[in-house]
């Protein structure tokens, strides 16, 4: 059974309101009121919730466009979509529509085929919407609730592994609990992260040194390794304006990820250029590879190729990586590297 949804359409032309309700009459899956006047409408929608609203533009009283300013600037009916129709078909009457907040714009005669068909698309965009919305308030919500609990699991497994006279296997099974709580938390805050990133950031800009940062993250990388696994090749006096905790953490991920994609034998390269304004990084490492298929789907977040059989990791740290170097007006890509392995190649625009 296909969702219903509900339309409101404003016309101070009674017959108007009558043929649009008789058009949709035929198809179940829309509900329709009417109103008169720009003041009806607006009474209408404090107890009526429509997902779009078609309104007439020349209307006694408040006219089309000092309706749709109002009704945007409730935030109730944030999601709902709004088309103009009017007789008037002007550039500039689209334009000032648009700039009151409509979606769309019908002109008067309009084809019936035209308004179902917006009506379609506009009714998938309105619930695509919601469900967006609602996804991120459920995760701040899984985010904010799971802290505690999950500090409580970690901390007791802790404490649990600290007691005398354990037998081995309570020990396992204790270390099992640590490591799943820790997992469960680095991903709730890896996909917390990944949509705060997605929503926007605000970039503290100052001057750098590229090598510096590199460095720092090959130092911390190595001391887990019992030999040289990443290893720097490049200009080392690159310096340029940027974010630099952000670069920082999109070079990192990226640079940790060839890292675990590596071999015990081979090791992680990263080479930096600067043409211009344009700084160009390569990290690359002697892996697997990548599918050819799949390597723009690499940086796509929660993606996982085979989820059936997926075991761990979900290209958050990629996705978030791929954010950050698109926030510096720069682009990333993923390729194979020739004689085997992965190669990231990004460039960075100085921000001065």
Not at 252 to 274: A, F
Not at 283 to 295: F, K, L, T, W
Not at 328 to 335: F, L, V
Request: proline share 3%.
């Amino acid at each position: 059974m296909k969702k219903i949804t509900k339309i409101l359409i404003i016309d101070d032309e009674p017959q108007n309101v009558v043929l649009m309700r008789e058009i949709l009459s035929y198809h179940p899956e829309y509900e329709c009121r009417g109103a008169m006047s720009g003041l009806e409408a607006l009474d209408t929608l404090k107890t009526y919730s429509p997902e779009i609203i078609l309104l007439d533009v020349m209307m006694p009283g408040l006219d089309g466009y000092e309706v749709c300013r109002r009704i945007r600037s409730q935030n109730q009916h944030r999601f709902c979509k709004l088309i103009m129709i009017s007789g008037m078909s002007m550039v500039d009457d689209r334009l000032k529509g648009y700039d009151a907040g409509a979606d769309d714009y019908l002109t008067k005669p309009f084809v019936e085929d035209e308004l179902l068909a917006k009506l379609l698309v506009y009714s998938k965009l309105n619930r695509m919407e919601e469900v967006d919305t609602l996804k991120t308030m459920a995760l701040n919500i899984l985010s904010h609730e799971t802290r505690t609990p999950l500090n409580g699991i970690i901390l007791g497994s802790d404490l649990l592994k600290g007691m005398d006279n354990l037998p081995e296997k309570a020990k396992e099974y204790i270390e099992l609990v640590r490591e799943s709580g820790l997992r469960i938390q680095e991903l709730v805050e890896k996909i917390s992260r990944y949509y705060s990133i997605k929503d926007g950031v605000h970039k503290t800009l100052s001057e750098g040194s590229l090598f510096s940062v590199i460095s720092s993250i090959i130092k911390t990388l190595n001391c887990f390794f019992d030999k040289e696994m990443v290893r720097f090749e490049g200009d080392e006096n690159i310096k340029f304006t940027a974010d630099w905790a952000l670069i920082t953490e999109a070079i990192g991920y990226l640079v940790d990820n060839s890292v675990k994609n590596s071999p015990e034998s081979g090791h992680v390269s990263i080479n930096c250029e600067r043409k211009g304004t344009h700084i160009i990084i390569q990290i690359g490492d002697r892996g697997a590879g990548v599918e050819p298929s799949m390597a723009e789907r690499v940086f796509d977040g929660l993606f996982t190729p085979d989820l059936l059989h997926h075991r761990r990791g979900t290209g958050l740290n990629l996705a978030i990586a791929k954010e950050i170097i698109e926030e510096h007006g720069g682009r990333i890509s993923c390729k194979n590297r020739e004689g085997g392995g992965t190669l990231f190649d990004l460039t960075l625009e100085d921000q001065k």
